[in-house]
């Protein structure tokens, strides 16, 4: 049986095994699996299906064989950390095993430190790509980033939040 893999929920690109990463998408091994059942398995994508854990247990068949929401670790944590069943991920095109140098060249999705002691607003990498219509570098991140508080963002939350005071 050869390599296959499945598609993460919230950026598309499949698990994949350390044999085929390089530095850019290292990230992409690490995988969390919801089962049907409601079972969060975490670990390591093994290239044949299975998520092995930091302590070493194999959880078999997480990835691919069966109907699992298949996210990567950092897409998970990116999006919440959701431990409710989304429907099964698509088996991935290419095996998660048979694609060229920059198909999967997608820099680690980050989470903003915020203040744990209040809630807050995360703009999710998820939502970047959606709103540019392609996938964001690490240095075009970088660059929003810098540009968030000149930019016109700080008014309109401004405006939403006064749009509030009177309703
Ligand atoms: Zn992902």
Request: proline residues 7%; glycine residues 10%.
């Amino acid at each position: 049986m050869g390599y296959f893999s499945a598609d993460c929920l919230a950026c598309g690109h499949p698990l994949l095994c350390e044999w085929v990463t390089n530095t850019i998408n290292a990230w992409m091994t690490a995988g969390v699996a919801v089962t049907e059942s409601g079972s969060v398995l975490k670990g390591r994508y093994d290239g044949y299906g299975a998520l092995i854990s930091p302590r070493g247990e194999r959880f078999e068949d997480a990835v691919g064989m069966t109907d699992t929401s298949v996210w990567h670790e950092a897409c998970w944590t990116a999006n919440g950390a959701p431990t409710d069943y989304r429907g099964p991920s698509r088996p991935s095109a290419d095996q998660g095993f048979f694609f060229d140098d920059g198909d999967h060249a997608l820099p680690e999705p980050r989470v903003v430190p915020v203040d744990g002691s209040r809630p807050g607003v995360l703009i999710t990498y998820a939502q970047l790509a959606s709103w540019t219509g392609r996938e964001l570098t690490e240095s075009d991140l970088a660059r929003i980033t810098d540009a968030l508080p000149h930019s016109s963002i700080p008014d309109a939350i401004g405006e939403i939040a006064s749009a509030l005071e009177g309703s």
